[in-house]
């Protein structure tokens, strides 16, 4: 389901021991972890695209600290999956959501984020799922009507490539960070729901909302990593333990 990424090329991939070519002979190694990493030169806008390793190992224990955990059963029952279901989760960074859901429920699951470092940690972390290095921006590299649903967790949205590999009547969820999210760190956000709405219809129609929020206390260190997550500051701040809020909007769509 793999296609190539190369200029204008676009054919389907097939594998061949630790690679994938495609019949122009574009090839593209499997890492040793077991992701493919197919982003080309140009979708680089600098050398290491996407979040760096220590935003990665920060966002990992927070997931794994359980203050995710909440927001996670949420989208979960939003979605009720099944292992009859082919998912795609773009921009889905060091894997936990991913992850998560299938590991409550067996079905295929396709992860892709242009950072090399969150997709090497999502490979080695669950090797039961595929994943791959790419430009979401630019098109994903998977074939028409590849997936029954997409996942784009505060990531973003391309509404005709999201349609083009959905199936007809699949399923689109995005997270958006709602305004009460982290208003501890960086005060009121606004509602963007609207907006994500628009640009999503009329390939997209909305068949339900959800606000899902959780609390949580946490140490210093663990505000440092939230910190990390949405700032990159450039040297280290003192912070505090502080109790934070976790929020996001959740809009389920079916493709039209
Ligand atoms: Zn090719």
Redesign the pocket.
Known sequence: MLI?T?RD?R?PLTREDRRYL?P?D?SFDIARSGYVNLLQPQDRRSRQPGDTAAVIVGRRRLHESGVTAPLLREVAAMLSTTNADTVLDTGCGEGSVLGALHAKSAFDAHGLDISIPAIDAAARRYPDCHWIVANADRFLPYTDGAFSLVLSITARLNAPEFRRVLRDRGRLLIALPAPDDLVELRGAGHDRTARAIDALTPAFTLVEQRRATASADLDAPAVRDVLHSIYRPKRAQPVEAMRLTFSLDLLLFTAA
């Open positions: 190539c190369v090329c054919q495609c122009r574009h």
